[in-house]
């Protein structure tokens, strides 16, 4: 390496400006490897201790900026949440999963609250008065999870600290998982689970 340092030198001659030219003529690519041009002024400036800039526009006009190579590209845009109710009711919409995951959460809290007073198991609770209260309940959240949907709110625009929309969604699975264990446990069983 040392060796065609030396030898580059020899070939294009001792001054700075003689290297660069030399150079400049091996590069394959001519647009490779930059000009040095040698009447470019270079200006130093300084502002004064009150904070104020010595030097008028003109001078400041005059300074090349270099153009920049790399800039960070603009984020893409954000989607903005559907409003139609095939979007909202698809298979992987925001609709069916939270609306069921919070029923589960719902039913099994009350199962195991009915459950834990009365005595009653899961299918009990159903035959004697719990269907009118499993249509009113799934009704009213229903809706009241459809209404914020449709006004374009996604519940992850609304999570924040410990209740996040993600807690939600994993505590109303869990919730399914928990209410059709209990059901099958109390079938199996043949009575209650407490």
Same mark, same amino acid.
């Given at each position: ?13 001792a ?6 030219a ?11 490897? #930059? ?6 002024? +270079?200006?130093?400036? &300084? ?16 300074? #090349?900026?270099? *153009?920049? =190579?790399?800039?960070?590209? #603009?984020?893409? #845009? ?34 195991i609250? !009915? ?7 899961i ?9 009118? $209260? +499993?249509?009113?309940?799934?009704? =009213?959240?229903?809706?009241? &999870?459809?209404? *914020?949907?449709?006004?374009? !709110? ?10 996040t &929309?993600?807690?939600?969604? $994993?505590?109303g699975?869990?919730?399914? !998982? ?15 689970? !407490?």
């Amino acid at each position: 390496m040392a060796a065609a340092a030396t030898g580059m030198q020899m070939i294009c001659g001792a001054g700075f400006s003689s290297r660069i030219a030399c150079l400049n003529q091996f590069a394959p690519l001519r647009s490779s490897v #930059p000009l040095f041009k040698r009447d470019m002024k +270079f200006r130093v400036r &300084s502002t004064a201790e009150d904070g104020g800039d010595v030097g008028d526009e003109k001078e400041k006009a005059a300074v #090349p900026v270099p *153009p920049q =190579l790399f800039s960070t590209p #603009p984020p893409p #845009p954000q989607p903005e949440e559907s409003t139609k109710i095939t979007d909202i009711m698809a298979f992987d919409g925001p609709g069916p999963e939270r609306i069921n995951g919070r029923l589960a959460m719902i039913g099994f809290v009350a199962a195991i609250a !009915v459950e834990l007073t009365k005595g009653q198991d899961i299918f009990s609770q159903i035959q004697n008065g719990g269907i009118p $209260w +499993f249509l009113g309940t799934t009704v =009213l959240l229903s809706v009241a &999870s459809l209404v *914020p949907l449709f006004k374009g !709110v996604s519940a992850d625009s609304k999570s924040k600290g410990l209740m996040t &929309s993600d807690a939600e969604l $994993w505590n109303g699975r869990l919730a399914m !998982v928990g209410l059709i264990a209990l059901a099958y446990t109390e079938y199996v069983k043949g009575g209650t689970l !407490v």
